[in-house]
């Protein structure tokens, strides 16, 4: 793990102000060492996914939050891609369909947990649900929920309810053996200016350009404002919100892979299982078998 990040430097500490956190690190090395230590953080996590997968008994849920170009996609691409395939599930939330509006709305982030000794990402998060929704309330109004006939029916008491069932919600799961890292890719809009640019600016990259997101650029400080409120409401010891610096991408990464490797090290009781004492003893006939074959 680098020595330089560590994970309580990154945990939100409440009350949380955005604008007083930093949104760029380079942990005080180049590109190239960057991409080194980030490779040889991802090799030792792919071991011990190997290890959670063996042990059976928890499930890891990776949250990823942030605005649009905050590097997520990137992140998940390059954190993860030591992990065995079958061990780690990635589910991007898009807008509900119409069999999700049918449902509650965490039902389609509950049936897309991860199983136990499993790894599952969520490029947008169930935090969806207090954040753009809050940005544009009018989109409640697609759940068809009791009591809600209007926007103006969507008060603060609404919001407050959300946070405690989100609260309910991950609790339980860590309760139930699931580890749940939340992380907040902390952008500049300078930064996320830039990045729209380049979108604009390269051939390969149109694809993922949209004009709704100039929209929504220009709520920015109604987004951050909601995040802030979100995080300040749902910082949890069990579940705690990391809010990282993601002006630089490759320095985001490391730093997420780096907490990711100090916080399930600490699950000591986390080993492979060993063989009963019955086939242990029969190693040697096993072993023989087979060379004689």
Not at 30 to 57: C, M, N, P, W
Not at 79 to 101: A, C, I, Q, R, Y
Not at 136 to 165: C, L
């Amino acid at each position: 793990m680098n020595s330089k990040v560590t994970s309580e430097t990154y945990k939100a500490q409440l009350p949380l102000t955005l604008r007083n956190r930093p949104t760029l690190e380079n942990l005080d090395m180049s590109d190239k060492e960057l991409k080194k230590t980030l490779k040889e953080i991802r090799r030792t996590l792919g071991e011990l996914q190997d290890v959670f997968y063996a042990h059976d008994k928890y499930g890891v849920l990776i949250c990823l939050q942030g605005m649009d170009t905050s590097g997520k996609d990137s992140l998940i691409r390059e954190v993860f891609k030591d992990f065995n395939v079958s061990g780690v599930e990635v589910h991007s939330f898009k807008v509900p369909t119409e069999l999700e509006l049918s449902h509650n709305y965490l039902w389609r982030h509950y049936i897309a947990l991860p199983a136990k000794g499993k790894f599952g990402v969520f490029n947008r998060t169930h935090y969806e649900n207090v954040l753009v929704t809050r940005v544009h309330p009018e989109y409640i109004m697609g759940e068809n929920i009791p009591g809600i006939h209007s926007v103006a029916d969507i008060n603060q008491e609404f919001w407050d309810e959300r946070f405690k069932q989100i609260n309910d919600f991950e609790r339980t799961l860590t309760k139930n053996g699931t580890i749940v890292f939340k992380f907040f890719l902390n952008l500049s809009k300078e930064e996320q200016r830039l990045r729209l640019l380049r979108r604009l600016a390269i051939k390969e990259k149109h694809w993922k350009f949209s004009p709704g997101d100039l929209k929504e650029r220009k709520l920015w400080d109604t987004y951050q404002d909601c995040y802030e409120e979100a995080i300040n409401n749902t910082n949890k010891e069990h579940a705690p919100w990391y809010v990282i610096p993601a002006d630089n991408k490759k320095a985001a990464r490391v730093i997420v892979a780096s907490i990711l490797l100090e916080e399930l090290k600490k699950y000591k009781d986390v080993m492979e299982p060993e063989l009963d004492d019955k086939i242990m003893s029969k190693l040697d006939t096993y072993q023989k078998e087979l060379e004689n074959e």
